[in-house]
């Protein structure tokens, strides 16, 4: 009875394996073959002499072993050779130097034999997991994948696929309007699949671009059919982003396309992304329209560009540079990320007002500081002198760098 149950569990291994998913029959039998192959290596010293024919589908395997034919009182191995006499009763017609084969029944070779076995097989099983489990989401790299909240912690979330297989999502890699229970379907897009130690680790990501990038070809057909590029990205995760598009066909309006009828394809991506702002502008190759068309809705007054050094000098009524600038800086960022220029904006000077540039008084103020004051649209000293205190609060100067910025500034005038 022992050896009956035992060779049920063996049995049971081929079942194992049979209802694995992305193992292709051909390396489940490879698989198999080497595991039965590992164990007789250990039992005889080696495999060499020994046929293993695997019949998965009925759940078993056939082992023949090849023995030398020798005289008798001459077996020097029994693993390798066996005696004339002992060969007659297998083969009535062998002769001494000829092989005999002889079947082995594995399920005799006892109980550590068979877990042996087993434990071999089950550690193949987990390899090909492990294996299966990271080809699919090295494939699936960028796409957008579905998965349901397991595990909250501090630092990172546990997801787990329709598959039962878990996904790791970084505090980083939320959105900062996030907020999920255990039991949420929760959409991101696959990052990347780290693999130390043969122990695939799937990181997904809702902040990645890609994911805004992957929502929009889903909502708009013309994208999903390519008759519309999305040619850049730009994203502050669950603040605002924007978003470049071009059109093949010259009866399509790209932008139009992607916000749909009153908005009707861009606000579910909108909801998908925490309320995230999404500007959806048309991608130009020519460099000044295309900053100009970024720092919307701020309109420009006139741009000077340095296209070597990727750097765009933008001159705006006074009135317009705080559109330029965005709350936080944060649409001025964004135009800088989408287009790849490095921009300072500039307030126009009016004919017959007096004013210079803060890049004139670099002997006296500090680099960094100008850079500071520029980013937030202030690039002439008269800017700075009238700006008000919660503007230059976003500076984030000492208050002692910025008197002396002040008075710097008004002892030109004073003069």
């Known amino acids: 009875m022992a050896k009956k149950a035992e060779t049920v569990n063996m049995v049971d291994q081929f079942q ?19 595991s039965f192959r590992n164990v007789l290596a250990k039992m005889f010293g080696t495999d060499e002499n020994f046929d293993v024919i695997m019949n998965p589908d009925k759940g078993d395997c056939e082992i023949y072993q090849n023995l030398e034919v020798v005289p008798d009182g001459e077996v020097e191995n029994k693993d390798m050779q066996i005696g004339l006499t002992e060969a007659r009763e297998i083969d009535p017609e062998c002769e001494i130097g000829e092989d005999v084969t002889r079947r082995i029944f594995f399920e005799k070779f006892g109980r550590r034999a ?25 494939e699936l790299e960028g796409e957008v994948v579905a998965a349901e909240v397991h595990q909250i912690w501090k630092r990172e979330m546990l997801l787990i696929d329709e598959d039962q297989n878990e996904l ?50 889903q909502e708009v057909p013309e994208i999903h059919d390519g008759l519309i590029t999305i040619r850049d990205v730009a994203r502050i995760p669950g ?34 992304l925490r309320n995230e702002n999404i500007d959806v502008i048309s991608y130009t190759a020519n460099p000044s329209l295309y900053i100009q068309r970024a720092l919307s809705p701020a309109k420009i007054s006139s741009i000077r560009l340095n296209e070597e050094e990727k750097k765009a000098e933008v001159f705006l009524h006074p009135d317009e540079v705080s559109l330029a600038i965005g709350k936080g800086g944060m649409n ?33 103020i500090d680099g960094w500081v100008i850079e500071a004051l520029k980013n937030l649209g202030l690039g002439t000293a008269k800017a700075v002198l009238n700006a008000s205190k919660e503007l230059l609060d976003q500076a984030d100067l000492e208050d002692d760098t910025l008197e002396h910025v002040m008075e710097v500034l008004r002892a030109e005038f004073d003069d």
């Open 332 to 364: 001025i960022r964004l135009a800088t990320m989408l287009t790849g220029y490095s921009i300072d904006v500039y307030r126009d000077i009016e004919e017959g007002e007096e004013d210079i540039y803060l890049d004139e008084f670099s002997d006296e």
């Open 168 to 217: 790791i999502m970084p505090k980083d890699e939320q959105i900062p309007g996030d907020f999920f229970h255990k039991g949420d379907v929760v959409k991101a897009i696959v990052k990347r699949v780290d693999n130390p130690n043969n122990n695939p680790k799937v990181i997904v990501s809702r902040t990645d671009e890609r994911f805004l990038r992957r929502l929009f070809e």
């Open 16 to 34: 194992e394996f049979k209802e694995l998913k992305n193992i292709d029959k051909t390396t489940m039998i490879s698989v198999l073959e080497e």
């Open 114 to 138: 068979i877990l042996t076995l087993r434990q071999t097989l089950q550690s193949k099983i987990l390899d090909l997991q492990k294996d299966a489990i990271y080809s699919k989401f090295k």
């Open 239 to 272: 603040e605002r982003a924007k978003i470049a598009v071009e059109s093949y066909d010259d009866r399509i309006d790209p932008v139009g396309a992607c916000v749909g009828i009153k908005g009707s394809r861009i606000h579910g991506i909108v909801r998908e």
